[in-house]
């Protein structure tokens, strides 16, 4: 069974497909509307992805799962993602990213939460233009590589499976659910 991120990204791709003998281009409502499903396939992504490292993968949490996806928000998913985007991650949570191993010091997000962390960003500001400003020009091309990056960089993040790689996922999910905030220290 296809999970929601991937019915979503096959959803913007059939957005852009061309009827038979259709020539030109295409109305603007369908690329539109293929940025918009490619941003939150990458949005569902992320949910399912805090769900199952918080709650649980078993069938029988499915329900908890989702009940938890409904506290995280867009702005809390930009505002995490933003401090992970750069080669190190920011100050204000190092020591909860850092693995339990490591040695004080800056934390370097990996290259795949990296990828991630900017195409979300991108693929946010993308979806407000396509939903919001009808000015802002955006071609077929634009909502193709919208969606074949958001379908790169969530294959890059299912492919790594370190325990390190485990350790640093879980902890940012956990973030996503915090909004990216931590309580200094006192």
Known sequence: MAS???ELL???RRLLVRCSGQRGKLPSARIRRSISTSYYALFHFVLDEVG????????????RRRILSRTVTHKGIKTTLDKVRDTRADPSIEDFLRSPAAAPGPVA??????????AFIDAQAKRHDADYDMNKPLSELDARLLRTRARRVIAAWQASRTAADRDFKHALCVLILLKGLLRPEV
């Open 4 to 6: 929601y991120d991937d």
């Open 10 to 12: 096959e959803a913007a």
């Open 52 to 63: 199952t490292r918080v709650v649980g993968t078993h069938n029988d949490l499915r329900r």
């Open 109 to 118: 997000p990996p290259l795949f939460v990296r990828n991630l962390a900017n």
